[in-house]
């Protein structure tokens, strides 16, 4: 696995938490790897009328 696929799956797995809500796997995720906030979140709206975030993410 190349550095840039497991810096895809650390962030995956990172912004998988905020929708399961799972606080294990988030600090399993932070305790192993570094994630950085690289761009501020932007909001939009979605399909449905509803309010979206976007955000862009690395880890390191």
Partial sequence: MTER?????VVR??????VTRDLAELR???GEDRVVVS???TYRRGDT???AST?????R
């Fill in 5 to 9: 696929e497991g810096n895809v799956q």
């Fill in 13 to 18: 797995r990172y912004l998988r938490t905020f």
């Fill in 28 to 30: 399993a995720v932070v």
């Fill in 39 to 41: 761009m501020a979140q």
């Fill in 49 to 51: 009328g509803w309010p």
């Fill in 55 to 59: 955000a862009r993410c690395t880890a």
